[in-house]
């Protein structure tokens, strides 16, 4: 279970928080004590934090180093992708041991080359850090480009796939989980993007899971979208676990968490 922070303005205002800086650094703190120990991991969305300017990374700064202190792994969904030189300042900024805005994983783009994200490799074999490749998204509109065959053959989301699956086998042992992943969303049906979900990978393969709740996917079906890949699923809910305000935000937490456990439990 991986618990988003998207301090959406309608969702501070059910918190009776105000659409501010420190209203979203509430939120987030907020959800990092309902987490540990609960959930697997955190997703903090950076662009509910951005539009408040330096306010804004300073609240981030400020959930992130409540996360560290209760030892609750966070996956910065900032979705970063560049030529590979200014990708690798990306890759500092978010995987660099006490850079301010440190996070344990991060979601990056692979539209300019799987080849530019390799400046963030030196954090993540140095620094146990991991990255989470979009490959095939869970929004309605990525269908299009993502589903597009290569002259080989290959959809561009498998041979994010693939790509993910051969650096994680040059450089970890096969009974280990990689650390690069990548994001598949649990709205889809992966097969209509090329992508085979009947073999267990090794090492096994980290899936970045949203879609499910708000936008639809339930946690109960986890096993069955994410069939022989879904070892090391990270099941991500935002909206339909803040919706409804702080009070009883960690029942629910416990909650999902334990249906998604229930869900891949025999992986
Ligand atoms: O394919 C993707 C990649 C990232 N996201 C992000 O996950 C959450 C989902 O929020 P919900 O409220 O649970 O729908 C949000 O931060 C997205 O930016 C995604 O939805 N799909």
């Known amino acids: ?14 918190w009776g928080l105000d659409d501010s800086a420190a209203g979203a650094e509430r939120m987030g703190r907020d959800v990092v004590a309902a987490s540990a120990g609960v959930a697997a991991a955190i997703k903090p969305q950076i662009s509910f934090f951005e539009r408040f300017g330096s306010a804004g990374f300073v609240a981030l700064e400020r959930v992130l180093a409540d996360a560290r202190e ?13 030529i590979g030189s200014t990708f690798a300042a990306y890759a500092e900024a978010w995987l660099a041991p006490g850079s301010p805005l440190e996070v344990d994983a991060m979601t990056v783009a692979p539209y300019m080359g799987f080849d530019t994200l390799s400046g963030a490799f030196p954090f993540v074999r140095e620094h146990g850090k991991g990255l989470f490749v979009l490959a095939a998204t869970s929004n309605p509109e990525a269908r299009m480009m993502q589903t597009a065959v290569r002259p080989d053959g290959q959809t561009l989301a498998a041979s994010v796939v693939e790509s993910a ?6 450089e970890h042992a096969a009974d280990t989980v990689g650390s690069v992943g990548v994001v598949l969303g649990a709205t889809l049906t992966l097969s209509d993007f090329g ?3 009947a073999v267990r990978v090794t090492p096994a393969l980290p899936v970045l899971a949203p879609g499910f709740g708000h936008q639809g996917a339930k946690v109960e079906d986890a096993a069955e979208i994410f069939g022989g890949i879904g070892y090391a699923v990270l099941a991500n809910e935002s909206r339909s676990i803040l919706d409804g305000g702080g009070v009883g935000l960690a029942g629910r937490v416990r909650e999902r968490a334990a249906l998604i456990t229930e869900a891949l439990d025999d992986r």
Not at 70 to 82: L, S
Not at 165 to 170: E, F, G, K, Y
């Open 70 to 82: 209760a030892g609750v792994i966070v996956v910065g969904d900032v979705k970063r992708g560049d």
């Open 165 to 170: 699956n051969a650096w994680n086998a040059s």
């Open 1 to 14: 279970m991986c618990v988003g922070i998207d301090p959406h303005a309608g969702l501070l205002s059910g």
């Open 195 to 197: 992508i085979d979900t």
